[in-house]
């Protein structure tokens, strides 16, 4: 049985679930078919958009991460595992995302301990496993702008999605698909997709199969994702530094699996993979966790990271929650050649 959220679905996330369960069909259902007109005026739109960005520069190269489909494919542990490689090879990265479900749409820094309606919880979770610099703003040539004026260390930006901000130059780009693929291929509302997919990859541009399968026909690197400790989540919070038990602890316990994520079902299914004995309770993609969606006496929760930026350690009461942040393994024929496009890191 499936917990009940407290509070219940928004109007706009039903709408947004029940277009996802056509969207990921291999065929176009009746409804998205109906839909299709409205792709044919998303396209032309997304097309005029595109002519009338031109790319504006910027003092250091930029490195897209983004995706052809809506969310959910894995493009903030690709930043963070990306960003983590940069820094270990000498590069001072810093990072710029548009902060989705923030108050405001102006350029501003990221801090370790900002609430997430000023920043949003993407930028926050990046933040916090980095440490490096990171801007969030609409105008991501802006926050890029600010992000270099104020720590002019920084020789590498990577964007936090920004694939269709056209107005943002870019080194290269790595663009993230799960196993999910292109689903039914059609563009929005029809289908998942941003943009058509292309016949052939531009120059530096590059395909990432966050789900270890290539799920659609263009080329690209498989990579390997893993759930690998669970952190107490006051632990969590406070960025210790102690080592956390690792996930397979918890086998054999009642666990409550809380997921405000665009495709839940992953990580849910990623749980069980390493034995894990979980009741489901998927959350809409961003949830607030203004109250706990889960019951008052519920003993144990796992969840994500992303979910946990937003719960508050003195609000679960007697709960034990569990955070299980999610790893990918890049591989490093891909990070050797996408080094080998920037300029030498700034010397200490």
């Excluded at 009940?4 to 109007?11: C, D, E, R, S």
């Excluded at 810093?94 to 749409?105: F, Q």
């Excluded at 993979?273 to 109250?291: C, E, S």
């Excluded at 709960?319 to 942040?325: A, K, L, M, N, R």
Aim: include cysteine; hydrophobic fraction near 45%; aromatic fraction near 6%.
């Amino acid at each position: 049985m499936t917990p009940a959220v407290t509070g219940g679905p928004t109007l706009a996330a039903r709408a947004e679930a029940l277009l996802a369960q056509h969207w990921w069909q291999p065929q176009p259902s009746a409804l998205a078919q109906l839909l299709r007109p409205w792709s044919w005026l998303y396209r032309a739109l997304a097309g005029w958009q595109r002519r009338r960005q031109r790319p504006r520069a910027l003092p250091v190269p930029v490195i897209v991460v983004g995706n052809f489909i809506v969310g959910g494919a894995g493009k903030t542990p690709t930043v963070i595992a990306l960003v983590q490689a940069l820094s270990a090879a000498g590069w001072h990265p810093g990072v710029i995302s548009r902060g989705y479900g923030r108050r405001d749409a102006g350029a501003r820094e990221v801090a370790a301990r900002d609430p997430v309606v000023d920043v949003g919880d993407e930028p926050l979770l990046i933040r916090r496993r980095t440490a490096v610099p990171v801007w969030v703003g609409r105008d991501r040539v802006a926050a890029a702008r600010a992000l270099c004026a104020r720590h002019p260390e920084v020789d590498v930006i990577v964007s936090d999605d920004g694939l269709q901000h056209h107005a943002l130059p870019r080194r290269a780009e790595w663009v993230v698909f799960d196993e999910r693929g292109a689903g039914n291929g059609l563009l929005l509302p029809a289908g998942p997709l941003r943009e058509p997919l292309p016949k052939s990859l531009p120059a530096r541009t590059r395909i990432v199969y966050t789900g270890g399968v290539a799920s659609t026909g263009l080329p690209g690197e498989l990579v390997r994702r893993s759930l690998g400790l669970a952190w107490p989540l006051a632990a969590w919070a406070a960025g210790s530094r102690q080592e956390a038990p690792p996930l397979a602890h918890l086998r054999g316990r009642p666990l409550l699996a809380a997921a405000g994520l665009a495709a839940p079902e992953k990580f849910f299914a990623m749980l069980e993979q390493v034995g894990l004995t979980i009741t489901r309770l998927p959350l809409p993609d961003h949830h607030d966790y203004a109250t706990l969606p889960w019951p008052a006496d519920t003993a144990e929760v796992v969840t994500t990271e992303k979910d946990a930026v937003k719960i508050d350690p003195a609000h679960i009461g007697a709960t034990q929650v569990w955070v299980v942040p999610l790893d990918l393994a890049l591989p490093a024929s891909l990070v050797g050649e996408l080094m080998s496009w920037l300029p030498a890191p700034t010397p200490p």
